[in-house]
Nanobody
């Protein structure tokens, strides 16, 4: 079992920045580098959507078109942490942001955090 805890959400004005953090933990033998990591979000009345993804070693990332150039995903496997730096935030970025871990061998083995609310409003 893996536990994911997001933090860093809050209220920010349009054009502002936030950094979300995802702290991962697990039973003895847990290694974050065994998991590809993703950030998803779910806005009001919308379906959950993939925002950004990073491979196990952090050597490859991908982003949804609507956040490219504004958001940056990163990870620190030694600290069991994953981050999402969000710049130039827009009201449309308002959503609950979720951290997701997918096992390197078994995609069916995946875990979710409880989410953190991001509200972009003046």
């Amino acid at each position: 079992q893996v536990q994911l805890v997001e933090s860093g959400g809050g209220l920010v004005q349009p054009g502002g920045s936030l950094t979300l953090s995802c702290a991962a933990s697990g039973a003895s033998g847990f290694t974050l580098s065994d998991y590809d990591m993703n950030w998803y979000r779910q806005g009001p009345g919308k379906e959950r959507e993939l925002v950004a993804a990073i491979t196990r070693g952090g050597d490859s990332t991908k982003y949804a078109d609507y956040v490219k150039g504004r958001f940056t995903i990163s990870r620190d496997n030694a600290k069991n942490m994953v981050y999402l730096q969000m710049n130039r935030l827009k009201p449309d970025d308002t959503a609950v942001y979720y951290c997701n871990a997918v096992h390197k061998w078994f995609a069916s083995i995946n875990y979710w955090g409880q989410g953190t609310q991001v509200t972009v409003s003046s």
